[in-house]
């Protein structure tokens, strides 16, 4: 399935906290980059996200901020 | 300021493309990848976002999503 | 892919109206519904989105808020 | 009050999972579709969703992506 | 209806900005703040947004995030 | 660094309630109106996010929805 959210960034799941509803689950992309993703904790389980495995961090583009020094 | 966005992406503007009311700005992150954020028009103008220059892509972590092959 | 977003809903692509950076895509899921889904204008294209098409709108569980009478 | 969200989905509750901050409510539409709502534990309370009302999910137009097989 | 949004910010249209698909709406709250608002043109047009309007801005608290100095 | 979000309002911590992946932090704006927003725990963490002090909130403009009687 193609999907319409503009942005797809490879990376490596870093690790993941798990809480009663939430997950917080880190990807590492380019070093020294780590990506923060809060997913549910249903959808951490259902994809079995687990350290060192290969994702996908997917963000929709109007969701993108842009700051400048 | 600091924010509690946890995601911080550095890269460079690509392209902008203008429309009525929002903007397309590709940013280029490392290589191959390029961020889409869509932003106001009056965004990208206050900010004077130019081809080039130097900016940070930035995503509140609730806003990123994970996929797995 | 699998990818984490929890809320997936099948329907076919009832119009579509383009801007000169963004889509409005309507989604015809059980009738009477409609969803309505704004995209950039780069992504209908790439998806190839048209109308009749089957597509699956596809929605962050973070996203959605409750209303009650 | 009419609200500018364009996407109202009208279902009942099918389970409320509450964590500390968070919680976790399963709206059923159309039979075989559950969508998943993330709503803080307050709001939860505030509207007093509970297992069979009927609720009505609301989502911004913006924050609906498209997948497309 | 009631819903689970947790910010609704009475104020006043000052400005309505239509393009193709999407409309910038600033709403006057308080003195000096505006709070700008991005919905699509068939919103505006469906709640019938004209400057000089009672409004509330409604924003997801999942949405918000926090700078400090 | 100037971002792109167009919203940026004053205000002062009321209140954080920190669950074990996310973060409740009110924020008192002009009175009597308080904005809740959702952050990730580390995110509080980091900011060092207290009651009583001077904060922004900051809200994406395309995360704004508009309510009218």
Known sequence: MKI???NMIKG???SV????I???VKIK???PDIITAI???EAAKDLGIKEGEDVVAIV???EVMIGKE
């Open 4 to 6: 319409s959210a503009r």
């Open 39 to 41: 997913i549910t904790k």
């Open 29 to 31: 992309i380019e070093s």
């Open 17 to 20: 906290d798990t809480g009663m």
């Open 60 to 62: 929709k583009s109007t």
């Open 22 to 24: 939430m997950a917080n």
């Open 12 to 14: 490596k799941v870093e």
